[in-house]
């Protein structure tokens, strides 16, 4: 329905089934007004907006700067712009180095080689495994490592594209309107982190996108529950896992719910229906042979696979990634440096503990903000924690009014929006992976006093669901306004939100500030004019 912000009447579903009492008239009728929402809501600017995603991921994935390493305990962190994307790389030439016939199932390895991460029993190596194919041909080929790195990152691109595509289908699968959906699809386009990413090796790409496909498989399960639904999830679900360990108490949280709310709106004869499987199963074989039994087999692999990697680990480890000292000695596991890294940060803080060195009292709201600002800045720029530059006071300013503007928004468009069952699901897996997030990261400063792992990266996989909330969010609160207050901020506002929108956006937000000639291939610094790279050729 292109005149409503949200589908109230979802394929397969009445709108009485859909929700218990609707949405409030001011939410059912909000929409992108005008002329723009047609523009958003037509096919050609996804179109446009996937061709100019796969060309800045194409310009990135051949400027930003690579690390060389050679998959044999060289992994040096030392010139990688790509957060990881060293150790990503050494872990794929390792199994590209090994013979086809040794399979990827690894039983022991030199200490060397634990410069790449715990390779035995790490659960997300299939990811590792799959690229070293290509990669082997590649190699023995004798092709120059530069173009084995943009190969790598180009595979990634393509699925940063699936992964929009996916989004899409997500949101309108969770009643967005088609106008709402596609803002929402081309400012997670043009988000830093997302394209960074997708442009980057790493696993990242392909596990979120395997986690956004088992949140469309949950949604669409939600509206029009069938078993071949939820089973597509369950499936879509375990590669997600293969890929990304982390994805393992979310994938379980956005199926369990879904099949909870199902269940308190149908009975559990809705969600549990013996007979109605066996059904749909005979009656897809028939119609649908080679697509039935693909996701069969898909699902038989990846049950092997969880099996033989997470189920071992557990029973074994009592973990699902072994900590490195379970399975080497800690000499041993020195020479991987988060191991040291982290072994270091929390022998000082138990030695200040045991000394009755006096420890500074954590104030909760000043960590809440550090984290926030950390994980905002992080999102849309290329920075982490060692960055040394800062970005624009003026450009911070303004993307943290919009910021808390947004979360006002959405805490007072919250009970509207928890009229639907998708959206209270929505709500739940977006909430809970936020929470998850922040708890981790309060543990790990408790325990190391350092803020390791607080990047924006980590909420990629839940950000179209939050960009969507908050859109929606944002043009409720907007229409709620006295007309008097709209014409007077209407300006203002625009104005702010274009400057936000401009110098947020992926190319503004890397080339403003990646002002040194380490940030770019050597190929780039000849190529790219020295005004975008900051770079005038001194000293070359």
């Not at 390493?69 to 180095?97: K, S, W």
């Not at 997600?240 to 956005?254: D, L, R």
């Not at 400063?445 to 179209?464: K, W």
Request: aromatic share 14%; proline share 5%.
């Amino acid at each position: 329905m292109s005149g409503s912000a949200f589908d109230t009447k979802p394929p397969g579903r009445s709108v009485a089934h859909a929700s218990s009492g609707g949405l409030p008239e001011r939410l059912r009728l909000l929409t992108v007004p005008g002329r723009l929402g047609v523009l958003l809501a037509s096919p050609w600017l996804f179109r446009l907006t996937i061709v100019l995603f796969v060309a800045l991921g194409v310009v990135f994935a051949l400027v930003l700067h690579y690390p060389i390493v050679d998959g044999n305990g060289n992994v040096p962190y030392v010139g990688t712009i790509a957060p990881d994307e060293h150790r990503h790389i050494a872990n794929i030439l390792f199994y590209a180095h090994r013979s086809i016939s040794a399979g990827p199932i690894i039983d022991s390895v030199p200490t060397r080689d634990l410069a790449m991460g715990e390779v035995l029993r790490f659960p997300s190596y299939f990811y590792y495994y799959v690229m070293s194919f290509p990669v082997k041909v590649m190699i023995n080929e004798a092709l120059p490592y530069s173009w084995i790195v943009v190969f790598l990152r180009l595979v990634n691109l393509v699925f940063g594209v699936l992964g929009l595509m996916v989004m899409r289908s997500l949101l309108r699968a969770m009643g967005f309107s088609a106008s709402i959906t596609m803002l929402s699809v081309v400012v997670l386009a043009f988000t830093g982190r997302y394209i960074w990413q997708s442009a980057a090796v790493s696993y990242d790409a392909p596990g979120m996108t395997l986690f956004l496909l088992c949140l469309l498989f949950s949604a669409r399960f939600i509206h029009a529950p069938s078993p071949t639904t939820l089973a597509k999830a369950v499936v879509a679900g375990g590669w997600a896992i293969i890929a990304k360990y982390t994805f393992v108490p979310f994938v379980v949280v956005a199926i369990v719910v879904a099949v909870a709310l199902v269940a308190q709106r149908d009975g559990l004869r809705g969600v549990v229906d013996v007979r109605h499987a066996v059904s749909a199963f005979v009656a897809g074989i028939r119609r649908h042979v080679v697509g039935t039994v693909a996701w069969v087999l898909a699902f038989v692999v990846a049950a092997a696979l969880i099996v033989e990697r997470y189920g071992i680990n557990l029973v074994r480890y009592r973990q699902f990634n072994p900590d490195c000292d379970k399975l080497h000695t800690h000499q041993q596991c020195l020479t991987f440096d988060i191991y040291a890294r982290n072994y270091a940060a929390e022998r000082v803080h138990d030695l200040a503990v045991l000394n009755g060195q006096q420890q500074t009292p954590l104030d909760v709201l000043e960590f809440i903000g550090r984290w926030c600002t950390t994980y905002l800045q992080s999102i849309f720029f290329y920075r982490d924690r060692n960055s040394t530059w800062a970005i624009n006071p003026v450009v911070s300013v303004l993307g943290t009014v919009v910021f808390v503007a947004a979360c006002v928004a959405v805490v007072l468009a919250a009970r509207s929006l928890l009229r639907t069952r998708a959206f209270v699901w929505g709500f739940a897996v977006a909430g809970v992976y936020v929470v998850a997030m922040f708890v981790f990261n309060l543990q790990t400063f408790l325990r190391l006093d350092n803020d390791y792992a607080f990047s924006g990266r980590y909420l990629l996989p839940v950000l179209p669901i939050i960009y969507a909330f908050a859109i929606v969010s944002a043009m409720a609160f907007w229409r709620s306004l006295p007309v008097g207050w709209r014409r007077v901020a209407v300006l203002p506002v625009l104005l702010v939100v274009l400057v936000v929108l401009v110098t947020y956006s992926a190319p503004v937000a890397f080339f403003a500030y990646a002002r040194d000639p380490s940030w770019y291939t050597d190929t780039a610094l000849r190529l790219l004019p020295h005004w975008l790279t900051g770079w005038t050729g001194a000293g070359a």
